[in-house]
């Protein structure tokens, strides 16, 4: 969305707020572009002056968000001229995950580019909430390093994590880790000397899909691992909730005379879909049958989703991403015989464009984001950090 203007009041604008504004419409422009654009046309995409648009990209360029292509051949009369986009040796932003039995960090530039990718396996569910997120820093800080040694510089971080993630960066509530009012953000600043986000995992996850995917108006993405969440994206917009807290898809009832769940329900859907519910079926009978029972569950729950708020498309994300082509039978089946409107409007199902690490790659992207809507703020700390 091309930033916008506070709404009027009595005060004046401040020019700082004009350039501030005027920056973000340049950068976001040429962001957004499908090919590289140039000076000329970027002062039109905008409505900006040429000489607007020219002082406002010689600035962007001096802060390593963008850089000058060469353009394309051109059959025509005349010199083609040079073309922006994203600097790749720009700002990073630094994406980190935490779950049940594994920590990831990544590293993404400004084009998108995945630069380093680091993955520890263990599980976090027999260490306490400030050891996990230790483990997360160091691992986080090895990522870092490697982004310096190609001379790249951190904008920030953000987490994702498997629990209802309140606006303050606090974890209310992960029952998979066993967490309850954690300030993962506080704990993590402390330990990386940068700002970090906090944010649901399945959230992140569905924002970058939504840009990986040339964002579909509609969908809704689930994301399995040892738990199960969701993102819902309904017209183009992650809904969260009133309270930031929606999709917790994994504790849907599928039956409620069930065996008991740690969020302490019965019957939830993360007992007979989660990686670990699949795996202790595969272990009674057979690894088909297990994704069989668990692609019904699965089914169900969606089913439900759909009735309720009408989308077309499920995505199936994390753990799922690999295991759709054994899936979608059972959990198409169950749609079929459940959604109300099915005949009229089948339910397309599909997996994640960035499979397994979705949400690492959300949040190393909501860090890009927030570059790309303030830039004025990484220029100013740009030379603040230059001058220290």
Same mark, same amino acid.
């Given at each position: 969305?091309?930033?916008?203007?506070?709404?009027?009041?009595?005060?004046?604008?401040?020019?700082?707020?004009?350039?501030?504004?005027?920056?973000?419409?340049?950068?976001?422009?040429?962001?957004?572009?499908?090919?590289?654009?140039?000076?000329?046309?970027?002062?039109?995409?905008?409505?900006?002056?040429?000489?607007?648009?020219?002082?406002?990209?010689?600035?962007?360029?001096?802060?390593?968000?963008?850089?000058?292509?060469?353009?394309?051949?051109?059959?025509?009369?005349?010199?083609?001229?040079?073309?922006?986009?994203?600097?790749?040796?720009?700002?990073?932003?630094?994406?980190?995950?935490?779950?049940?039995?594994?920590?990831?960090?990544?590293?993404?530039?400004?084009?998108?580019?995945?630069?380093?990718?680091?993955?520890?396996?263990?599980?976090?569910?027999?260490?306490?909430?400030?050891?996990?997120?230790?483990?997360?820093?160091?691992?986080?800080? @090895?990522?870092?390093?490697?982004?310096?040694?190609?001379?790249?510089?951190?904008?920030?971080?953000?987490?994702?994590?498997?629990?209802?993630?309140?606006?303050?960066?606090?974890?209310?509530?992960?029952?998979?880790?066993?967490?309850?009012?954690?300030?993962? @953000?506080?704990?993590?600043?402390?330990?990386?000397?940068?700002?970090?986000?906090?944010?649901?995992?399945?959230?992140?996850?569905?924002?970058? %899909?939504?840009?990986?995917?040339?964002?579909?108006?509609?969908?809704?993405?689930?994301?399995?691992?040892?738990?199960?969440?969701?993102?819902?994206?309904?017209?183009?917009?992650?809904?969260?909730?009133?309270?930031?807290?929606?999709?917790?898809?994994?504790?849907?009832?599928?039956?409620?005379?069930?065996?008991?769940?740690?969020?302490?329900?019965?019957?939830?859907?993360?007992?007979?879909?989660?990686? %670990?519910?699949?795996?202790?079926?595969?272990?009674?009978?057979?690894?088909?049958?297990?994704?069989?029972?668990?692609?019904?569950?699965?089914?169900?729950?969606?089913?439900?989703?759909?009735?309720?708020?009408?989308?077309?498309?499920?995505?199936?994300?994390?753990?799922?991403?690999?295991?759709?082509?054994?899936?979608?039978?059972?959990?198409?089946?169950?749609?079929?015989?459940?959604?109300?409107?099915?005949?009229?409007?089948?339910? %397309?199902?599909?997996?994640?464009?960035?499979?397994?690490?979705?949400?690492?790659?959300?949040?190393?992207?909501?860090?890009? @984001?927030?570059?790309?809507?303030?830039?004025?703020?990484?220029?100013?700390?740009?030379?603040?950090?230059?001058?220290?």
């Amino acid at each position: 969305m091309t930033p916008r203007l506070p709404a009027f009041t009595d005060a004046p604008v401040r020019q700082s707020s004009v350039r501030a504004h005027n920056l973000a419409l340049a950068l976001t422009t040429v962001v957004n572009s499908a090919n590289p654009i140039s000076r000329a046309a970027l002062a039109s995409a905008t409505g900006l002056t040429r000489a607007t648009v020219s002082a406002l990209v010689d600035e962007l360029i001096a802060g390593d968000l963008l850089t000058e292509v060469e353009p394309p051949p051109r059959t025509g009369a005349g010199r083609p001229a040079a073309g922006l986009a994203p600097a790749p040796d720009g700002p990073v932003g630094l994406g980190l995950e935490i779950n049940v039995d594994y920590l990831a960090a990544c590293v993404v530039d400004l084009t998108g580019a995945v630069r380093h990718r680091l993955v520890s396996h263990a599980d976090q569910r027999p260490v306490d909430a400030a050891q996990a997120l230790s483990g997360l820093a160091a691992l986080a800080g @090895r990522a870092r390093e490697l982004a310096e040694a190609d001379g790249l510089r951190a904008a920030g971080a953000a987490l994702a994590v498997p629990g209802l993630v309140g606006a303050d960066g606090r974890v209310r509530v992960a029952p998979n880790l066993g967490w309850q009012d954690v300030d993962a @953000r506080a704990l993590l600043q402390a330990e990386l000397d940068l700002p970090v986000a906090v944010d649901n995992e399945a959230n992140l996850a569905a924002l970058s %899909e939504l840009r990986a995917a040339g964002g579909r108006p509609s969908f809704v993405y689930v994301s399995g691992e040892i738990g199960i969440g969701a993102g819902l994206v309904l017209d183009g917009t992650l809904y969260r909730g009133v309270r930031g807290w929606s999709g917790e898809i994994g504790h849907v009832s599928i039956d409620p005379d069930g065996p008991a769940c740690r969020c302490g329900a019965h019957g939830c859907l993360e007992l007979f879909a989660g990686q %670990e519910a699949i795996q202790s079926a595969a272990a009674r009978s057979s690894t088909a049958r297990a994704l069989t029972a668990a692609g019904r569950a699965l089914g169900i729950a969606l089913a439900a989703v759909v009735n309720l708020l009408d989308v077309d498309t499920i995505v199936l994300g994390g753990g799922y991403a690999p295991l759709v082509p054994d899936l979608a039978g059972p959990i198409e089946a169950e749609l079929r015989r459940r959604v109300l409107t099915f005949d009229l409007a089948p339910v %397309e199902l599909r997996a994640a464009a960035l499979g397994a690490d979705a949400a690492m790659r959300g949040a190393a992207d909501a860090v890009i @984001r927030s570059v790309q809507q303030d830039p004025a703020a990484w220029l100013a700390n740009r030379l603040s950090g230059r001058a220290s």
